[in-house]
């Protein structure tokens, strides 16, 4: 019995769909305002993003006639639902109740879904933007993961353990000081994946109006921005653990600063640079960031991780 | 590594230290410049009746409505205005003039006919437009 | 790959005004366009046949927001010239100090507009909070932010004194080290050098068999500018460069544009500096003589031209405008071949549509 308690609040209230829940309005929110002071703008109030939320919920949701309205109903359930299961994996703080040997390589591979699904519901709701935006979404998705995957391994390979939690403890000193090259590309490739500035390109509104989410309304349009809102958190909890870990005694305060820290960096990232091409982020990809994370890892093993 | 170099990082620093440029208006102050080309008024007792303001009006927003040589009111229009001065530019008895007040949008169709000057023959004068108009 | 045909319009987050362009996309690259034009057409040259010349004054400054002084200024030069009304001098300055505000507002506003729809949110937000400056600047002079309403038949109908002066070469400082900043940043930034270097690009060639005018014409090398080339007062007595550049891509008309602010700054510092004193205005008669004339200025996006027929009465019996952005819009179908899709809003931006000069 109080096992199944104990479960059931580590998987609705910490650290699981409660705290992300909260984590995600509150990354919104600062990316938003940094975003807006970077720009001279005020910023909206800390309760946007969730009274966005609610009125997202209270429109009518309406699709084209040819599309597919099941798979389009299921595929924002589906990436919200791939992004809570990674999530679980995840240490909070040194804190993960339900890691288990080899963990990185699943919370990598069901962080993958969303991006899947994200291409697939431009091509279920039929419409030109929604198509060309899906192409171009899993154009991204070939340029990017596979420099991030190569960079998010090399911690792994370093510190000698596939589980998240182990890696964190291992750390000694920040990976981020040891393997810098790699902390770049997953930074990257973090903006590739969460399809941030300048790395918008399929949901490049003055091009795409909305890429592939363009004919989404109302309650489904409200899922999906959750789930790229929790994508955000577990992103940037995964390369705070991955690439700052270590144990301390004030590891909860550490932690919200260290998590802060990368959200900051990746809130500079969109203000300073212009919108890349898709032909530029192939360029960009596969010509400097693979070398680079190919070049981190063979360092890696060369010093005998 | 020199692709991530950028040359916006100074301003952008600069910018975050400094207060924002905009304003939470209506939480925030909007003030007008003084002359700033607002609500049309009249000094109605200058009023001569001789409806230069109303022939050179682009927009046909003032009316001139006679009742013989020494009964006329002149009707304003705010929702046909434009709010250009040419009236005030017009008028060689500086009577019509702008003001620097913003005039805000209204449902409410009563407000959207002024009287500006109501002139009558015993010496009575009429308003400057202050009275009649609704909020 | 199969053809599809994308929608740019009537409704669309990359433009400003209505326009409609079809693109025939086959993968990631534009084959052909179709534009249609007309959607913010309302017969201003009509409506001005059924005003007096007064009235048709405010009519015609609200063919465009962006450009408003310039077509009052050609409008009031063509009836001046046919009423044979000498402008007084003061009356030029001034005239000419609020057309080369507007030069930099409108090109700072482009340039706000471009960066947007390039994705580079920061620097719309930098170039429309240094236009803020000039909109003050004007607002403290007219009473109005966009429309002016400063023009009459015969002058101007403000005035600047001396502590307004001082006040306004205060911030043309500040301007003026706000436009250098810009001016490094396009010079250097390499992601917008990587966005707008070789995209649309545009032969002298090409430029002369569209009879392009303005920064676009002055990107690809040709050398026209109305204020150099046909100085009327004060044009005469100031001095600045024509800026050309002879890549003729979004680049090149970034720099020019960014560069040209520059130079109207430093024109609206002669002016200020030589404001010669006396009346700002002279009185005009009702009824203009017949006849006819053609009226050019230099408006921000090239050369504007005005044809006004007059038949002795009080109406103009014939307006005839043609604004610079026709010309721009005709060469978009040879800019968009053979393009990326993701440079079509690189390559509209560049140009700097003015939707509603074109329509009138």
Redesign the interface.
Known sequence: MRELLAALFNLLIFPGLGFLFVCAMAFEWGDRRLIARFQGRVGPPWYQPFADLIKLLAKEDILPNDAEETTAAVLPMLSLAAVLTAALYVPVAGYAPLSFEGDLIVVLFLLSLPTLAHFLAGWVTVGVYSILGGNRSLLQFFSYEVPFLMALSTPAIFNGSWTIAEITARQTVWNIFILPLAFLVALVGLIGKLKRDPLDIPKAKSEMVAGPLTEFSGRKLALWRLSMDMQTVVGVFLLVNLFSGGASMLAPLAFVFKALAILALLSTASVLYARLRIDQLAHLGWRVLAPLALLQLLVTVWMGG | M??FR????P??LH??L?R???V?YPFGPAEL?E???GRVMAHGERCKGCSLCV?????FALELERNGKEHYRLIYHPDRC?????CE??CRFDCIY?T?EFVPGTADLETLSVVLVDHKPTGEQGGNGAEEQGR | MTKVTIPIGPQHPLLKEPLSFLLTVEGEQVLESTLRLGYVHRGIERLCQERTYVQAVHLIERVCGICSHIHTTTYCQGVEALSGLQVPPRGLYLRTFLCELERIHSHLLWLGVLAKNMGFDTVFMYAWRDREIVLDVMEELSGGRISHAVNVIGGVRIDLDAAHTRSIQQRFDELERQVEKALALINNEPSLKARTQGVGLLSAEQVARYCVVGPVARASGVDVDLRRDFPRPPYDQLKFNVITHPAGDVWARTLVRVQEIRESLSLCRQILAQLPDGPTSVAMKRRVPPGEVVSRSEAPRGEVIYYIRSDGSDKPARLKIRTPTLTALITLADQLRGVNVADVPVVLSGVDLCIACADR
């Open positions: 020199v692709r950028s040359s916006l990082l301003e952008a910018t975050l400094r924002p440029g905009t939470q410049q002359g700033y080309r022939r050179d009006c682009p927009a434009a709010y250009c001065g040419q530019q017009s702008l620097n």
